[in-house]
């Protein structure tokens, strides 16, 4: 099974929406750089009640696995690192090959990965588009992603 790594995502309801996608799919940890500090041990009332809400229990169900330093813990995977980016010179998602123990990266909903991780990955992965709108929402689009690489998977 594919890793999933987030890097700096800034919505929270964004990322309950991921995490039930997560569990959904059977995965039960995802690697975090969090600056923001989404992830916490505990929150207030109406964050708990937003939380199970929007992720339908499924938030509490995954282990967050902090990284406080990407790059570096990035270079020192064995994995194959593939970055999700929305750039039309990355090979579409439909002629894409995915390896069980490939490391996606998904980078934050308003600026993606930084140019240095995107550079220090060992391929680029994009979601051919049609329309006009610049990208797609990042639980959206780790859906798709994650859908795809578990179909090629499982064959």
């Known amino acids: 099974m594919v890793n999933v790594f987030l890097y700096a995502p800034q919505d929270f309801r964004n990322l309950c929406v991921l995490a039930r996608t997560l569990e959904v799919l059977g995965h039960r940890e995802c690697f975090i750089f969090d600056p923001w500090r989404l992830v916490r041990e505990r929150y207030g009332k109406a964050r708990t009640r937003e939380m199970r809400v929007v992720s339908a229990g499924a938030f509490g169900k995954i282990r967050w696995e902090r990284v406080e330093e990407p790059e ?10 593939i970055a999700t980016v929305a750039d039309e010179s990355a090979t579409p998602l439909t002629r894409f090959d995915f390896e069980p123990d490939d490391f996606l990266l998904f980078g934050s909903e308003s600026s993606g990965l930084p140019s240095g991780v995107v550079s220090a990955s060992h391929q680029k992965v994009t979601i051919a588009t049609r329309g006009e709108t610049q ?3 990042l639980a959206v689009s780790l859906g798709i992603i994650l859908f795809e690489a ?3 998977l499982s064959r």
């Open 72 to 81: 570096a813990f990035l270079s020192a995977s064995r994995a194959r690192v």
């Open 150 to 152: 578990h179909r090629q």
């Open 135 to 137: 990208s797609l929402n």
